[in-house]
């Protein structure tokens, strides 16, 4: 998986839009503190996303498939399993935290 862009802070923001979950980003995002781990914020991210995520599924679809280098179909053609393990792989990413903070700065 690629390092984390500026540009991925928008996709990220269409899917938050689209999928209908400002206000729980926000509230997420608002407890960031020092001790919170990327894991932890990629979990909750995740599990608050969960409810209203086939309503994004064309833009999630390509922002993996972006993360990943490959094509949209690609993804699309995924096992559960294989899915599961590039979203962990994302929630593990290195520069996570960081990223979800800019994100959250750019939706105040």
Known sequence: M???KFTDVFAV????KKAEISSQARAIFAGI?????????????????LENLGQAQSEITEFLANLKGVEKSEIENLSLEETTGMIMEFMNHK??????????HLMK
Do not use: H, M
Request: aromatic residues 8%.
């Open 33 to 49: 503190d020092k001790n919170t781990t990327e894991k932890e914020i990629g979990a909750k991210f995740l599990f608050s996303c």
């Open 13 to 16: 923001i269409r899917i938050i």
């Open 95 to 104: 520069g996570l935290k960081s990223f979800l903070s800019s994100v959250s």
């Open 2 to 4: 690629r390092d984390l």
